[in-house]
């Protein structure tokens, strides 16, 4: 391969970077086209909660995590790897380590030493970024043409890998409006939906105003079979947060499908009930409910007030029914968030629109990598492992057809 080839790059973010480094590696010259003044704005953002970049369970159970994608992905994964993501971050510097819940992080906690390391290997590597570049498709010709701050120009690189995220946090550069671009272009694309994304609860205005903004911390959830374990928020339109995005995908269907769904919280999921039974079984004597609740169960006043609206107002009055309501509050969900709330985005191109190479079937030489295919996983690394290695796969299939 020499720089004769010219590859062009749509989409800076963790996707599109990691095509661009693999194909600048390989003396490709590569132009990374970016709508936003800079990259990585969502990365960057991932950072902000830490930037857990991959887990650490075995590889069994990680794929597993991709559900329906699972088989496709398999392979692309197995190559760009849990590993070789901790030993490409260790490259840039950035030290990772594994916290309590097997998610993996960099030491320091943040995305942009990452980044600015990242983009220095780039340019070293003769990388070209041209940001606010807006690509709107083809011409007639099949050039790509790009909306600038100078009008619109054409560019014909021999081959494009396209890494326009999904639509989630659009005012961080993704937004979805590829979707009518390659719809026209004859692919296949599965409607976008929120991911990991919170619900909407109609909390009586009380509870509301006093407890949004509040956690339930290390609680269990449940929906059809399906449990997790984790921290929710209350906000003022509902439920968000770790435990509710792990169910988030199953509850969102289920709401599409008929409008509402009950998600079961258990407020002690370390006990039994048996054991609250019996902390509960003390005389109430003269104190009110939730002074007996706090003392006897040491349940604080959100998730006291919690059970009252989950299980009315007046809460059952043995220990044993006053346990199985701790045990299994549940909360009505009656509808998703929106879009440009959600972690991340459910739908995109059909997997079944690309080859092995992840290149269009129905536009050779174009490729197509991270979000913006048709795969959805929980947050605890997963996502940014499948940009990564979507990345890595559409940059190795670019080589490929260049050499053929
Ligand atoms: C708050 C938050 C926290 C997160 N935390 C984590 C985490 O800790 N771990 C994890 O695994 N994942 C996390 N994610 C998800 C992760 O950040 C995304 O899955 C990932 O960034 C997607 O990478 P991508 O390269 O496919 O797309 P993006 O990062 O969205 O990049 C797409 C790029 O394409 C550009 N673009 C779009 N359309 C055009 C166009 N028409 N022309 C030119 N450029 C265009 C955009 O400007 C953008 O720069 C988080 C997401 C959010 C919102």
């Known amino acids: 391969m020499t720089t004769a080839h010219r590859v ?26 970016d709508r936003m003044p800079s990259l990585g704005r969502k990365f960057l953002m991932a950072g902000r909660g ?51 819940s097997g998610r993996v992080f960099p030491k320091s906690h943040k995305a942009s030493p990452l980044l600015r390391a990242w983009l220095g290997r780039l340019q070293a590597q003769g990388v070209e970024v041209k940001t606010l570049h807006d690509w709107l498709g083809w011409d007639q010709k099949g050039a790509l043409r ?32 590829w979707t009518d671009v390659l719809a026209r272009a004859g692919v296949a694309v599965t409607a976008l939906r929120p991911a990991n994304v919170g619900f909407d609860v109609a909390w009586s205005d009380v509870f509301r105003d006093r407890f949004h903004g509040q956690p339930l911390k290390n609680v269990g959830v449940s929906f059809a079979g399906q449990a997790a374990r984790g921290d929710a928020m209350i906000t003022r339109e509902g439920l968000e947060g770790g435990s509710v995005y792990a ?11 008929s409008g509402s769904a009950f998600l079961e919280i258990d407020l002690r999921p370390d006990q039994t009930i048996g054991q609250l039974t019996a902390r509960l079984a003390v005389p109430r004597g003269g104190q009110s409910m939730t002074n007996y609740l706090r003392k006897a169960a040491h349940l604080s006043p959100v998730e006291i007030n919690l059970l009252r609206e989950a299980h009315g107002v007046e809460l059952a009055l043995t220990a044993g029914g006053l346990a199985r309501a701790i045990k299994a509050a549940p909360i009505r969900l009656t509808g998703v968030r929106p879009i440009d709330r959600a972690i991340s985005t459910a739908g995109g191109v059909a997997l079944t629109e690309v080859d092995q190479d992840l290149m269009l079937r129905a536009r050779p030489g174009v490729f197509v990598a991270g979000e913006m295919l048709d795969w959805e996983a929980p947050t605890g690394g997963y996502l940014l492992q499948a940009c990564f290695a979507t990345g890595v796969a559409a940059a190795e299939g670019v080589l490929r057809r260049l050499a053929s």
């Open 8 to 33: 062009a790059v749509i989409g800076g973010g963790p996707a599109g970077l990691m095509a661009a480094e693999v194909l600048s590696a390989a003396s490709v010259a590569v132009t990374v086209y």
């Open 50 to 100: 830490g930037l857990n970049l991959t887990h650490s369970e075995e590889m069994g159970g990680f794929l597993a995590r991709y559900g329906a994608a699972q088989a496709p992905l398999k392979p692309l994964i197995e190559a760009f790897t849990p590993a070789a993501l901790v030993a490409w971050a260790e490259s840039l510097g950035q030290e990772t380590h594994v916290g309590s």
């Open 146 to 177: 790009f909306a600038t701050t100078d009008g619109e120009i054409a560019a014909t690189p021999d081959a494009t890998v396209l890494a326009l995220g999904g639509a989630s946090w659009p005012k961080l550069g993704a937004t979805g409006a």
């Open 247 to 257: 169910l988030s995908a199953p509850l969102r269907d289920a709401i599409a499908a």
